[in-house]
T-cell receptor, first 114, second 109 residues
Framework: GAGVSQTPSNKVTEKGKYVELRCDPI?????LYWYRQSLGQGPEFLIY????????DSGLPNDRFFAVRPEGSVSTLKIQRTERGDSAVYLC????????????FGSGTRLTVV | QKEVEQNSGPLSVPEGAIASLNCTYS??????FFWYRQYSGKSPELIMS????GDKEDGRFTAQLNKASQYVSLLIRDSQPSDSATYLC?????????FGAGTTVTVRA
């Protein structure tokens, strides 16, 4: 597709459950980013992939969060034992690197933990 | 101190007026600066990029950068109701974007 695709667009889960969020980047983009946006806040960095490897995962809040990109294309953000505080919009972006430009976000996944 | 700070909103302007948005950042090594527009329930959309001191104009939008003062601004001229949104300032260091909390703009018809 032309843009970054994220699925599902909405996810409601019960506290304690496991969830997976998927990001399909723009074809050929080697860099992939996950951000999280809570209500009333700007997006916050979670993790950056260059190719298949996580070059910087310093933004992951704790060890319940994990992300993979096994073939250097699609990425999955995995959250174990979800908590109500994990409720947010999870945004993915991709880009060609190196670059100094801004990047284009996908439409996001709204996660609600009840 | 937050890395990127924006003037608190909300900002209400009449149609046809100029909306002025301000942003300061803390890291002098920041290389690139952006404004994103975010409509309610949507993801942020990149509307302006600026990399060197001075002004950059694109249609009704003008971004201004002053690296010495660590200050970025966005002017929206001839504001339209369709400009009503939250505007996010973002600063790039290497690969990472840091965002402000956003300023919500409402354009009154």
């Amino acid at each position: 597709g032309a843009g970054v695709s994220q699925t599902p667009s909405n996810k409601v889960t019960e506290k304690g459950k496991y969830v997976e969020l998927r990001c399909d980047p723009i074809s050929g983009h080697t860099a992939l980013y996950w951000y999280r946006q809570s209500l009333g806040q700007g997006p916050e960095f979670l993790i950056y992939f260059q190719g298949t490897g996580a070059a910087d995962d310093s933004g992951l809040p704790n060890d319940r969060f994990f992300a993979v990109r096994p073939e250097g294309s699609v990425s999955t953000l995995k959250i174990q034992r979800t908590e109500r505080g994990d409720s947010a919009v999870y945004l993915c972006a991709s880009s060609l690197e190196p670059s100094r430009g801004g990047y284009t976000f996908g439409s996001g996944t709204r996660l609600t933990v009840v | 101190q937050k890395e990127v700070e924006q003037n608190s909103g909300p900002l209400s302007v009449p149609e046809g007026a100029i909306a002025s948005l301000n942003c300061t950042y803390s890291d002098r090594g920041s290389q690139s600066f952006f404004w994103y527009r975010q409509y309610s329930g949507k993801s942020p959309e990149l509307i302006m990029s600026i990399y060197s001191n001075g002004d950059k104009e694109d249609g009704r939008f003008t971004a201004q950068l002053n690296k010495a003062s660590q200050y970025v601004s966005l002017l929206i001229r001839d504001s339209q109701p369709s400009d009503s949104a939250t505007y996010l300032c973002a600063v790039r260091n290497d690969y990472k974007l840091s965002f402000g909390a956003g300023t919500t703009v409402t354009v009154r018809a």
